[in-house]
């Protein structure tokens, strides 16, 4: 890895962690850096979920207070463990060819999410106080194929899972969110696990993202926050769009 090479990794894990906090798809900031270092296209998606891994964490932890009193829905972590399983393993028995064919139709699926998360969150906001704790099968479905989803390419995760909790249940936005970031750190966990045994992250460009991501969730997630979340958002959902027809074209 040149100079060079690292300090783009280092910069891209600072804006994804940063990105990740105020609206989601840091992977569409990560992905096309790796790429663009000379990963191979599976490589460069797990390492970029493996180095993502504690901006998850820290989503999980500021959200404690509002995941206090869900208790009954605990019973959807063994669902998201499974399917961020078979996520994963579905990325490594598909051949390199198949994911590199997917991930421009994968990456316009995450800028759709991101672009439609102001209207999801409204959706979710006038739900509230409608519903039950009560996990149904629809609820083990929803959040089976948005783990699988996730792990197979994890941008996006975050607007999906909070539309399929939106969907099943009738709740506070703000207890949605808790419950959101702490399926999503479960799912990007059980996933981390099997790609680490997989042996195809890059060391190096991985330990960067370790910490860059860290420092760009909790110091540049302040900074961020400070930004308007909207223009954020449709910029980074530009950026993809652009990353998808640059795919389609080398495709």
Same mark, same amino acid.
């Given at each position: 890895?040149?100079?060079?090479?690292?300090?783009?990794?280092?910069?891209?894990?600072?804006?994804?962690?940063?990105?990740?906090?105020?609206?989601?798809?840091?992977?569409?900031?990560?992905?096309?850096?790796?790429?663009?270092?000379?990963?191979?296209?599976?490589?460069?998606?797990?390492?970029?979920?493996?180095?993502?891994?504690?901006?998850?964490?820290?989503?999980?932890?500021?959200?404690?207070?509002?995941?206090?009193?869900?208790?009954?829905?605990?019973?959807?972590?063994?669902?998201?463990?499974?399917?961020?399983?078979?996520?994963?393993?579905?990325?490594?028995?598909?051949?390199?060819?198949?994911?590199?064919?997917?991930?421009?139709? &994968?990456?316009? #699926? $995450? =800028? *759709?999410?991101?672009? +439609?998360?102001?209207?999801? !969150?409204?959706?979710?906001?006038?739900?509230?106080?409608?519903?039950?704790?009560?996990?149904?099968?629809?609820?083990?479905?929803?959040?089976?194929?948005?783990?699988?989803?996730?792990?197979?390419?994890?941008?996006?995760?975050?607007?999906?899972?909070?539309?399929?909790?939106?969907?099943?249940?009738?709740?506070?936005?703000?207890?949605?969110?808790?419950?959101?970031?702490?399926?999503?750190?479960?799912?990007?966990?059980?996933?981390?696990?099997?790609?680490?045994?997989?042996?195809?992250?890059?060391?190096?460009?991985?330990?960067? &993202?370790?910490? #860059? $991501? =860290? *420092?760009?969730?909790? +110091?540049?997630?302040?900074? !961020?926050?400070?930004?308007?979340?909207?223009?954020?958002?449709?910029?980074?959902?530009?950026?993809?769009?652009?990353?998808?027809?640059?795919?389609?074209?080398?495709?």
């Amino acid at each position: 890895m040149t100079i060079t090479e690292a300090l783009l990794v280092t910069v891209a894990g600072l804006l994804a962690g940063a990105v990740n906090t105020v609206a989601g798809g840091g992977t569409l900031i990560t992905y096309p850096v790796l790429l663009l270092c000379g990963l191979p296209p599976v490589s460069a998606n797990i390492t970029s979920a493996i180095g993502l891994a504690p901006g998850y964490a820290g989503g999980a932890y500021a959200y404690r207070r509002e995941l206090s009193g869900q208790r009954d829905r605990r019973p959807l972590g063994p669902t998201a463990i499974i399917g961020g399983i078979a996520g994963a393993a579905l990325l490594l028995v598909t051949p390199p060819g198949s994911f590199q064919v997917a991930v421009p139709f &994968l990456v316009l #699926a $995450s =800028c *759709l999410l991101l672009l +439609a998360q102001p209207v999801l !969150a409204s959706a979710v906001a006038r739900r509230t106080g409608r519903g039950s704790d009560r996990v149904t099968p629809l609820a083990h479905a929803g959040v089976f194929v948005a783990s699988v989803y996730g792990a197979y390419f994890s941008a996006g995760l975050g607007v999906l899972l909070l539309a399929v909790l939106g969907i099943v249940f009738g709740d506070g936005l703000q207890r949605l969110n808790g419950l959101k970031s702490a399926l999503s750190l479960v799912i990007v966990l059980a996933a981390v696990v099997v790609y680490a045994a997989s042996g195809q992250a890059s060391l190096g460009h991985t330990l960067l &993202l370790l910490v #860059a $991501s =860290c *420092l760009g969730g909790t +110091a540049g997630g302040a900074f !961020a926050r400070k930004l308007d979340a909207e223009v954020l958002r449709r910029t980074v959902a530009v950026l993809g769009t652009v990353l998808a027809v640059v795919l389609f074209l080398k495709g």
